[in-house]
């Protein structure tokens, strides 16, 4: 295992338990029909954290210390969501992009059997996430109508790029590994 992919692996178990924590205080306030579902996002995204840590392990490797995970950047770039519709909208464009960064990852093929299974695991979850979160919008658009739903989805998905532009300025040469190019990292591929 190169250094960059236990990086990579260090920083997918960071943004896990980022979210686990975010997903944790969205609980502890959400009401209604999306309580159970936000429950169980936040319980996915601590077993997420662990599955990374029990892969990093399994392989003899100590995370590498992170100071900053992706959503960090996130609230800099977007503030903090106002409501339960700009967290499920924020929540769908970040998931759409997990499932991308893990897909690429997933198709490397040197990528370490325990990290491969890692992700297959967590990808299962991932695939969940995406569906309640647009059934939960999609029950939303008669609260806050599906014209102010879809601008906060490009205005988050806009954030997004460059959240992930800025990513990939300073930490490109760790996915380097994967064979591919930062720019074609670029874009639409979460969709």
Not at 47 to 54: D, F, L, M, R, S
Not at 102 to 110: I, T
Not at 165 to 172: D, F, I, R, V
Request: charged share 25%; net charge negative; hydrophobic share 35%.
């Amino acid at each position: 295992m190169s250094e960059n992919e236990r990086w990579l692996l260090s920083y997918y178990r960071a943004s896990e338990i980022n979210g686990a924590l975010f997903f944790g205080r969205v609980a502890r306030t959400v009401r209604g029909p999306l309580l159970v579902d936000v429950t169980h996002h936040f319980t996915d995204e601590a077993n997420h954290a662990n599955y990374w840590t029990k892969c990093l392990d399994d392989m003899d490797l100590t995370p590498v210390p992170q100071n900053r995970a992706y959503q960090d950047q996130y609230l800099e770039a977007v503030g903090m969501p106002a409501n339960v519709m700009e967290v499920m909208a924020i929540t769908q464009v970040f998931e759409k992009r997990v499932i991308g960064q893990y897909g690429r990852h997933q198709r490397y093929a040197g990528t370490h059997p325990l990290a491969k299974a890692t992700i297959q695991k967590i990808m299962l979850d991932e695939r969940w996430h995406v569906k309640y979160v647009r059934d939960a919008l999609a029950d939303l658009s008669g609260k806050y109508g599906a014209e102010l739903i879809d601008t906060t989805l490009a205005r988050f998905t806009a954030a997004d790029d460059e959240v992930y532009a800025k990513t990939l300025e300073e930490y490109g040469q760790r996915l380097e590994f994967l064979g591919e190019t930062t720019e074609h990292y670029h874009g639409t591929e979460t969709e």
